[in-house]
């Protein structure tokens, strides 16, 4: 199978993004209601940067390219490496600040946790997680890269994504 090529035009993808985001933004400043516990509503802007990338490569080239598109967008192409540091990461990260405030003496919070509700919450958040990186990472950085530095692209979909 042959590399499609690199998805079209970032500016429409921000503005597409940033046009059909803002409906979730009001919803969440306008309602209390969370869909979870915690997460506010406008949290469910998640589907957002999933449907602007699947919408405009539809437009720009069509059902079966964007079946292409879609097939190498969920491909798995990291060496198994990268996976172990982004799963040691985060733990690492939050040992540390456990340390730190140990540490400094600072108040540790208190651990309210039910381990039932963890395999659902994770799956929930893995299913986000992957729907945001389909837009911003397959059709967004894949388009700045064709015209920009890996470094540039990075900066560009920091700043749009902040």
Not at 48 to 75: I, M, N, Q, T, Y
Not at 125 to 148: C, K, N, P
Not at 149 to 159: D, K, Q
């Amino acid at each position: 199978m042959t590399k499609p090529r690199s998805p079209g035009s970032p500016a429409s993808f921000f503005a597409w993004l940033a046009a059909h985001s803002v409906p979730f933004w009001r919803a969440g400043s306008l309602t209390a209601w969370q869909p979870l516990p915690g997460v506010p509503a406008s949290a469910l802007m998640f589907v957002c940067p999933c449907a602007a990338a699947v919408f405009l490569v539809l437009k720009e080239s069509g059902p079966s390219r964007a079946r292409d598109w879609l097939r190498r967008a969920l491909a798995i192409r990291r060496p198994s490496r990268f996976y172990g540091f982004a799963l040691v990461l985060p733990p690492l990260a939050m040992l540390a600040a456990y340390c730190a405030m140990r540490v400094l003496d600072l108040p540790l919070p208190a651990i309210e946790m039910d381990l039932g509700r963890l395999p659902p919450v994770l799956a929930v958040f893995m299913v986000t997680a992957l729907l945001e990186q389909i837009g911003w990472s397959a059709y967004a950085v894949d388009a700045l890269q064709a015209r920009h530095s890996a470094l540039t692209a990075s900066l560009l979909v920091g700043i749009a994504w902040a």
